[in-house]
């Protein structure tokens, strides 16, 4: 290959990858019996990472309708991405027994346009 041609693919791919949509991360505690941020916002077609940690003890992070379904162990970081391609409201919740206020560990990610 020649010189010339090696530095246009360089250049090349280095547009690229300022091109790619900046990956954001969002952090997400949970506990008993809650998640912080309950409301999660997002934007359709922009990827982010959910990074999830327990605070104190094994919990679950479950959004049916976009077919989520992690354990959350405490002492480890669940990332799970998400590009949302559809505008929305969707409700999360706690899918690990984790106490008597586990039904109301819950909340919504939430996409606009
Ligand atoms: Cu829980």
């Given at each position: 290959?020649?010189?010339?041609?090696?530095?246009?693919?360089?250049?090349?791919?280095?547009?690229?990858?300022?091109?790619?949509?900046?990956?954001?991360?969002?952090?997400?505690?949970?506990?008993?019996?809650?998640?912080?941020?309950?409301?999660?916002?997002?934007?359709?077609?922009?990827?982010?990472?959910?990074?999830?940690?327990?605070?104190?003890?094994?919990h679950?992070?479950?959004?049916?309708?976009?077919?989520?379904?992690?354990?959350i162990?405490?002492?480890?970081?669940?990332?799970?991405?998400?590009?949302?391609?559809?505008?929305?409201?969707?409700?999360?919740?706690?899918?690990?027994?984790?106490?008597?206020?586990?039904?109301?560990?819950?909340?919504?990610?939430?996409?606009?346009?």
């Amino acid at each position: 290959m020649r010189r010339a041609d090696w530095l246009v693919i360089q250049l090349l791919s280095s547009l690229l990858l300022a091109a790619a949509p900046q990956e954001q991360v969002i952090q997400v505690t949970a506990e008993r019996f809650k998640f912080t941020p309950s409301v999660i916002q997002l934007k359709v077609g922009v990827p982010v990472v959910l990074e999830i940690t327990s605070t104190d003890r094994r919990h679950g992070f479950q959004v049916p309708d976009l077919k989520i379904d992690e354990n959350i162990e405490p002492g480890k970081v669940t990332r799970i991405r998400v590009v949302p391609d559809k505008a929305g409201t969707w409700d999360f919740h706690c899918s690990i027994f984790c106490g008597s206020g586990h039904e109301e560990m819950a909340g919504q990610i939430v996409v606009s346009p």
